[in-house]
Nanobody, 124 residues
Framework: QVQLMESGGGLVQTGGSLRLSCAVS????????MGWFRQAPGKARTFVAA????????YYADSVKGRFTISRDTAKNMVYLQMNSLKPEDTAVYYC?????????????????WGHGTQVTVSS
C-alpha cells in the first residue's frame, strides 16, 4: 500500500507561481517513479510530469515543459511540482500518483495509487 497526500494548491494570477507537495508513505519506492496529473472540469485526467525515485530522471508533458519542474526528496519521501508562469489553462485539480515503473508512463492506468488532489486556479 502507498498513501499519497497533496498540498500547496490555491488561487494565483496569470504569470504567478505555486509549489505543490506530495507526501508519500507506505511501500519503498527505490525502483519506481512518481508523477503528477491534472484534471480540469469536464475533461479527462492528463499527465503533467514524472520523476524516477532513484536517479531523478524526469519527463514532462509538452504543455508544461519549461514552466514546471518536478523534484523529489528521497530522505523525506516527498515529491514536488514547482509551477511557474502559470496560465488560466493550467487551472485544474492536481493529483499526485504512483508508483509507476517508468517516468515516461503517461496513462493514468499505469499508476497504482492516487492522492485526493489539490485545486489550482489561475485567474486571468
Amino acid at each position: 500500500q502507498v498513501q499519497l497526500m497533496e498540498s500547496g494548491g490555491g488561487l494565483v494570477q496569470t504569470g504567478g507561481s505555486l509549489r505543490l507537495s506530495c507526501a508519500v508513505s507506505g511501500r519503498t519506492l527505490t525502483t519506481y517513479a512518481m508523477g503528477w496529473f491534472r484534471q480540469a472540469p469536464g475533461k479527462a485526467r492528463t499527465f503533467v510530469a514524472a520523476i524516477a525515485w532513484t536517479g531523478g530522471s524526469t519527463y514532462y508533458a509538452d504543455s508544461v515543459k519549461g514552466r514546471f519542474t518536478i523534484s523529489r526528496d528521497t530522505a523525506k519521501n516527498m515529491v514536488y511540482l514547482q509551477m511557474n508562469s502559470l496560465k488560466p489553462e493550467d487551472t485544474a485539480v492536481y493529483y499526485c500518483a504512483g508508483p509507476t515503473v517508468y517516468p515516461r508512463n503517461v496513462r493514468p492506468r499505469e499508476y497504482d495509487y492516487w492522492g485526493h488532489g489539490t485545486q489550482v486556479t489561475v485567474s486571468s
